[in-house]
C-alpha cells in the first residue's frame, strides 16, 4: 500500500464498544471477583463503588446474587473461621475483628464464632505454645513467657488462657521453679 494511504481497520482495531448498562459491568465485577476467592456482600460492595457503578445498580446486582446464593456471608464467616482457626490458629478475638474488617454483621461473626468451642480454642494455642516452646529454651524464663503470651496475644487468645498454657507448658517441661510459677499464676489472675 503507497505511504499516506488510510487504510480500513481490522475488525479489532475498531473502536471499544460503549460501556455496558452499569448493571450488566457490577455483574461482570462481582463475578470477576468471586472467581478469585469468596468474599462478603459489603468487599463486593466497597468493590463496585470504587470502580464508579451507580448505588441503584450496585444494589440490584447484590440482592440478586444474594438470592441466588452467590453471596452468603453466613457460609463465608463460617468457612473462614473453620479455615483460619485450623489453618493459622487464630483465636476467637483474632477471627472476630478479621470478619468485621471485611465487613460481616455482628450477629453474623458471633454466630460463625460459635462453632469454635473453648477446647478446641484452648488445645489448638496449647499445639502452638508445644511448637514454639523449644526454640525459646536458650532464653531466660521472663522472656519465654513474654514471647509465647505475645505470640498466642497476637493470634487472638485471651490473656489468662494464655497465661495458664504457657504456665502448664513451662511446668510440664520442668523448666521454672516454683516461685517462677506463683508469679505466672498471680499474672494470670490479673
Not at 505511504?3 to 479489532?12: K, L, M, Q, S, V
Not at 471499544?16 to 472467581?35: F, M, T, V, Y
Not at 516452646?133 to 487472638?156: D, E, Q, Y
Amino acid at each position: 500500500m503507497p505511504p499516506g494511504r488510510a487504510t480500513e481497520p481490522t475488525p479489532d482495531q475498531h473502536e471499544p464498544l460503549p460501556p455496558a448498562d452499569p448493571e450488566s459491568a457490577a455483574r461482570a465485577i462481582c463475578l470477576r471477583l468471586l472467581a478469585l476467592q469468596p468474599r462478603t456482600r459489603a468487599e463486593l460492595a466497597a468493590a463496585l463503588e470504587s470502580r464508579g457503578v451507580p448505588a441503584d445498580a450496585a444494589a440490584a446486582v447484590l440482592s440478586r446474587f444474594d438470592e441466588v446464593g452467590l453471596i452468603d456471608d453466613t457460609a463465608f464467616a463460617d468457612a473462614w473461621v473453620e479455615t483460619r482457626h485450623r489453618g493459622r490458629g487464630l483465636g476467637r478475638r483474632a477471627l472476630a475483628q478479621e470478619l468485621r474488617r471485611r465487613g460481616v454483621d455482628d450477629e453474623t461473626v458471633e454466630g460463625a464464632l460459635t462453632q469454635l468451642d473453648p477446647e478446641t480454642e484452648e488445645a489448638t494455642a496449647r499445639a502452638m505454645v508445644a511448637r514454639r516452646l523449644p526454640a525459646s529454651r536458650g532464653l531466660a524464663t521472663g522472656a519465654r513467657v513474654r514471647r509465647l503470651v505475645g505470640m498466642l496475644a497476637r493470634k487472638g487468645y485471651p490473656p489468662g488462657l494464655s497465661i495458664r498454657i504457657v504456665r502448664a507448658a513451662l511446668a510440664e517441661e520442668g523448666a521454672v521453679t516454683g516461685s517462677e510459677l506463683d508469679a505466672l499464676d498471680a499474672m494470670g489472675e490479673e
